[in-house]
């Protein structure tokens, strides 16, 4: 796919979405990094369902330490893995309030020392909570960035790499929110909405698979 051609996809996923963002429910840093800890294998549905109940009773790494480990698990234990996110928690306050003063690291290295902690997760909170250009490849962006022609790649972290490397400067904040979104609801799985698809004569996804 040529330059000018991811130039127009970006530009008219902006047009159609001028300030996108997770969906998942945050008023903080931490806050963020907790949703996106549980939401590994699980929807922001549930996440949110979760969080809704627990962030007014625990929204500190003090708080939820002092709130206790079964306790917590009760919050969440609608959400799939729920006794090892729990534990990964507990341990992620304790290492924020014992080396970083109870606030969330700005660095990537800081935060996948954290437990539960991957490069995906990281790059979320790089990304949404402290606003750097960072992809957080998940499976809706791995599918689109390959169906489309925008990134191919055969692992998550060589379409990650392609997408900093080909995506320009100016969609680069907001670009893995845009394609999550469309994965999510236009460029689906089983049966994308060709249709529906603001980008679809700009798509290089061959029709005859459809």
């Given at each position: 796919?040529?330059?000018?051609?991811?130039?127009?996809?970006?530009?008219?996923?902006?047009?159609?979405?001028?300030?996108?963002?997770?969906?998942?429910?945050?008023?903080?840093?931490?806050?963020?990094?907790i949703a996106v800890l549980?939401?590994?294998?699980?929807?922001?549905?549930?996440?949110?369902?979760?969080?809704?109940?627990?962030?007014?009773?625990?929204?500190?790494?003090?708080?939820?330490?002092?709130?206790?480990?079964?306790?917590?698990?009760?919050?969440?234990?609608?959400?799939?893995?729920?006794?090892?996110?729990?534990?990964?928690?507990?341990?992620?306050?304790?290492?924020?309030?014992?080396?970083?003063?109870?606030?969330?690291?700005?660095?990537?290295?800081?935060?996948?020392?954290?437990?539960?902690?991957?490069?995906?997760?990281?790059?979320?909170?790089?990304?949404?909570?402290?606003?750097?250009?960072?992809?957080?490849?998940?499976?809706?962006?791995?599918?689109?960035?390959?169906?489309?022609?925008?990134?191919?790649?055969?692992?998550?972290?060589?379409?990650?790499l392609k997408l900093i490397?080909?995506?320009?400067?100016?969609?680069?904040?907001?670009?893995?929110?845009?394609?999550?979104?469309?994965?999510?609801?236009?460029?689906?799985?089983?049966?994308?909405?060709?249709?529906?698809?603001?980008?679809?004569?700009?798509?290089?996804?061959?029709?005859?698979?459809?």
């Amino acid at each position: 796919m040529n330059p000018a051609k991811r130039r127009e996809i970006f530009t008219r996923l902006q047009a159609a979405n001028p300030h996108p963002t997770t969906e998942l429910e945050f008023h903080s840093p931490f806050e963020l990094l907790i949703a996106v800890l549980l939401s590994a294998q699980a929807t922001d549905i549930s996440v949110n369902a979760a969080t809704r109940q627990l962030y007014p009773v625990a929204n500190t790494p003090q708080a939820i330490l002092a709130l206790g480990e079964e306790k917590l698990r009760g919050y969440v234990q609608r959400i799939g893995l729920y006794k090892t996110k729990a534990k990964h928690i507990m341990q992620t306050c304790r290492i924020l309030l014992e080396q970083h003063g109870g606030a969330v690291p700005q660095t990537r290295e800081a935060l996948e020392a954290l437990p539960g902690v991957g490069r995906k997760t990281a790059n979320v909170v790089l990304n949404t909570a402290f606003g750097q250009p960072t992809m957080a490849v998940d499976t809706h962006i791995f599918r689109v960035s390959n169906r489309t022609g925008i990134a191919p790649g055969k692992t998550v972290l060589e379409v990650e790499l392609k997408l900093i490397k080909f995506v320009p400067d100016e969609f680069k904040h907001d670009a893995h929110h845009w394609l999550i979104l469309h994965g999510r609801y236009v460029c689906q799985a089983r049966k994308p909405k060709c249709g529906q698809c603001v980008i679809e004569d700009l798509c290089e996804y061959r029709k005859k698979e459809l």
